[in-house]
C-alpha cells in the first residue's frame, strides 16, 4: 500500500491496536466456529432423516435427470442472454438521455429508471402474468418472463452506465471540444467508450443479477432451471437433494461471471496505474 492510500486510510478509521486486533482475531475465531457449528449441526439432521442417504443422490448422475437439469439450464441462459442483449443497449440509451439537456427527456427517463429501480420484479411479472391479459394484451411465456428482467435491469444499468459517464474525466469533453466536435459526436466517439471500458465489469455483475432474475420463471412456467428443479422434486420426492443440486450449479455460474468481472477490474485499475 501507498503511502498516500495508507494516509488516507488512517483518515476514514484509527488502525487497530494490540488489543483491538485480538479482539478483532476473537470474534473472527468465533463467527467461524458458530459458523461451522450451524453447518454440522443441519448435517446431523440430515443424516437422522436419512437426506444423506448416498441413494438420493446418485440418481443425479443419471443421463436422463442430467439432461433435464440441462434443459433447465439451457432456459435460464437463453432467459439472461436475451435480456442482456436488450436491457443493456436500452440502459445506456436511458442514462445519455437522463444525462440530455432537453428537461422532457431527462424527466421521461428519470421517471422510467426511478419506477422500475423501485418495483420488484415478481410484481412486473404478475402484471405479465395476470394483469395485462384481463385487457386483452397477452404474451408467450418466455416473454412474460424476459419482458419484466429487461424492463427492470434497464433501469438499474442506466444507473451504471450514467455514473460510467460522469466518471470520465471533465478535460475529456474539453479536449474534444478543442478539436471541434460537438456535443454529441464528442460523446460517441470520446466520452462513451472509455465509460463503457469504466463500467464492463460493472455490466458483468448485472449480468448476474439478471440470470438470477430469471428464476422468477417459475412464475410463468418457463423451462428455466428453477422450474426443472421444481418439476423434478415431484417426481423424485427429493426437495433437499434437488435444490441443493441446482443451488450447486447457480453458484458455480454466478462465480465464474463475478471472477471474470474482478479479473476485468483488477487488469483496468493496474492498466490506469501504469499510465
Known amino acids: ?40 449441526l443441519g448435517l446431523w439432521q440430515f443424516q437422522r432423516n436419512g437426506e444423506l442417504d448416498p441413494g438420493k443422490w446418485i440418481v443425479y448422475l443419471r443421463v436422463d435427470y442430467l439432461a433435464f437439469l440441462g434443459r433447465g439450464l439451457v432456459g435460464t441462459l437463453q432467459a439472461t442472454a436475451v435480456g442482456a442483449v436488450v436491457a443493456f443497449p436500452l440502459g445506456l440509451l436511458l442514462a445519455l438521455a437522463r444525462l440530455s439537456r432537453s428537461r422532457l427527456l431527462s424527466g421521461a427517463a428519470t421517471a422510467w429508471i426511478e419506477f422500475f429501480r423501485g418495483i420488484p420484479m415478481l410484481l412486473v411479472v404478475y402484471a405479465f402474468l395476470l394483469a395485462l391479459p384481463a385487457f386483452g394484451v397477452t404474451f408467450p411465456r418466455f416473454w412474460m418472463l424476459v419482458i419484466p428482467m429487461i424492463l427492470v435491469s434497464s433501469a438499474s444499468t442506466a444507473e451504471v452506465f450514467r455514473a460510467g459517464i460522469q466518471a470520465v474525466d471533465r478535460g475529456q469533453h474539453e479536449a474534444a471540444a478543442a478539436i471541434g466536435l460537438d456535443h454529441g459526436q464528442a460523446m460517441r466517439s470520446v466520452v462513451l467508450p472509455q465509460a463503457v471500458r469504466l463500467v464492463l465489469p460493472s455490466l458483468i455483475l448485472a449480468l448476474v443479477s439478471l440470470l438470477k432474475d430469471s428464476t422468477l420463471g417459475y412464475v410463468v412456467s418457463v423451462n428455466e432451471l428453477q422450474f426443472q428443479g421444481k418439476t423434478m422434486v415431484s417426481i423424485t420426492r427429493y426437495l433437499v437433494q434437488t435444490y441443493v443440486v441446482v443451488s450447486a450449479i447457480y453458484i458455480v455460474i454466478n462465480f465464474v461471471l463475478t471472477r471474470i468481472a474482478l479479473l476485468l477490474d483488477a487488469r483496468m485499475k493496474a492498466r490506469a496505474a501504469a499510465s
Open 1 to 40: 500500500m501507498s503511502a498516500g492510500t495508507a494516509a488516507s486510510t488512517r483518515v476514514l478509521f484509527d488502525a487497530p491496536g494490540p488489543r483491538g486486533r485480538r479482539r478483532i482475531l476473537l470474534l473472527s475465531i468465533l463467527s467461524i466456529a458458530v459458523f461451522a457449528t450451524l453447518i454440522g
